[in-house]
């Protein structure tokens, strides 16, 4: 599946801003996505996640309650709304997807084989 990540901008702190990242197939609906981050000179980072069944989602401590992962499965997109934006947010913003992945592993970057090209967020102080 191919993953095309789009959505992030330059934004001030406590602004808003939702990515998105559609796919490329309709099976879409059977794999686990995840959000994840990288900031210059730090290494990725998870960020959000949901489950490949059930519809759980998971976030990182950094981001709960500011963050919410969605999927439109008819849409074939996930998007991340994130609210109340942070400096320390700005990072460019990649999505994740895997039709393997056990629950356990969702929050390891090495588990997905699937990535999008990122996009890049900045939130000005």
């Known amino acids: 599946v191919q993953l095309q990540a789009s959505g992030g901008g330059l934004v001030q702190a406590g602004g808003t801003l939702r990515l998105s990242c559609a796919a490329s197939?309709?099976?879409?609906?059977?794999?686990?996505v995840g959000w994840f981050r990288q900031a210059p000179g730090k290494e990725r980072e998870f960020v959000a996640a949901?489950?490949?069944?059930?519809?759980?989602?998971y976030y990182a401590d950094s981001v709960k309650g500011r963050f919410t992962i969605s999927r439109d499965n008819a849409k074939i997109t996930v998007y991340l709304q994130m609210n109340s934006l942070k400096p320390e947010d700005t990072a460019r913003y990649y999505c994740?997807?895997?039709?393997?992945?056990?629950?356990?592993?969702?929050?390891?970057?090495?588990?997905?084989?699937?990535w999008g090209q990122g996009t890049q967020v900045t939130v000005s102080s």
């Open positions: 994740a997807a895997d039709n393997g992945i056990i629950t356990s592993s969702l929050r390891s970057a090495s588990a997905y084989d699937h």
């Open positions: 197939r309709r099976t879409f609906s059977n794999y686990a």
């Open positions: 949901f489950s490949r069944t059930g519809g759980y989602t």
